[in-house]
């Protein structure tokens, strides 16, 4: 049986009625629901990356289920409802491709390639910020402060390049890399760990620059194109987490003992290295 979004706007109400709702769902507001949002983007972001699309489309349920949370507890406290949400991003969407839907005369833009919509795209949003009063505008102007802070950095990196602000190359952001490591270095031999705290800062800008520095350099078709300079963190990680997982198992069948028994007799411990690596 096919439902559309009354009912998952119905059921939603129905959560959040104080009298008869699901305690849990009554309690909450928009900055303890907020992490949740979060946290459903990345488990989509995750399950694309996994090519999980069975999983997929539990996920962008419960995305969806973020979007008309919120909806609901906005229209509870008057300031908007769901068919709002949609209005906005109908009227969004339509007036930021000219080049699809025509004004009211009936013209369509000429856009000449998918780089020329992205630079109308940014100028329409340019001039929607100025509209609301938006007093920045600068290349930097926009970026939202509550990106995950590897991202903004990136985001930052991406609109610094437009005025010339950029490595070509990444030979002089690996030199840029290495000064700011030995800063660190310095620092915390010198047991100033929260001064080393901007130097760290500066290297992790400068580690994202390396992504970024030439579009023709194997870094950057390995970390950016096609895929994020995240998702190439992503896959470091997996690749850190996938032996890991196997040592930890391992230690674990190793250390355990049938219930009951005396204490386990006492032997020569190796390196961790040794007992890890090696097979059984």
């Not at 509550?146 to 030199?175: C, H, I, M, T, Y």
Request: glycine letters at 6%.
């Amino acid at each position: 049986m096919s439902r559309d979004i009354g009912e998952l706007l119905r059921i939603m109400a129905a959560l959040r009625d104080p009298k008869a709702g699901c305690p849990w769902d009554v309690e909450q507001n928009f900055d303890t629901i907020a992490p949740y949002t979060i946290e459903e983007a990345y488990e989509v972001a995750d399950a694309i990356d996994r090519r999980d699309f069975a999983g997929l489309r539990d996920e962008l349920g419960d995305l969806l289920l973020q979007v008309v949370f919120h909806a609901r507890m906005a229209e509870e406290a008057g300031h908007f409802r769901f068919d709002d949400v949609v209005e906005a991003i109908c009227d969004k969407m339509t007036r930021r491709h000219p080049h699809v839907f025509p004004d009211d005369n009936g013209n369509l833009l000429n856009v000449a390639d998918s780089e020329a919509q992205t630079s109308a795209w940014e100028e329409h949003k340019r001039r929607e910020r100025a509209a609301g009063g938006e007093s920045d505008a600068s290349a930097l102007a926009g970026v939202s402060r509550g990106l995950p802070e590897w991202q903004r950095a990136l985001k930052l990196q991406k609109r610094a390049s437009r005025v010339g602000f950029d490595w070509q190359s990444p030979g002089p952001v690996l030199d840029k890399l290495h000064e700011e490591l030995d800063e660190v270095r310095h620092e915390l031999a010198a047991a100033r760990a929260r001064r080393a705290s901007p130097t760290r800062l500066a290297m992790c800008y400068s580690s994202g620059s390396i992504s970024r520095a030439s579009p023709a350099s194997t870094i950057r078709r390995r970390c950016v194109a096609p895929t994020r300079s995240s998702s190439a963190v992503s896959g470091a990680w997996r690749r850190w987490r996938s032996p890991m997982a196997r040592r930890c198992r391992r230690r674990a069948f190793r250390n355990r003992r049938p219930t009951g028994t005396g204490p386990r007799p006492r032997t020569r411990r190796a390196s961790f290295r040794s007992r890890d690596t090696g097979t059984g």
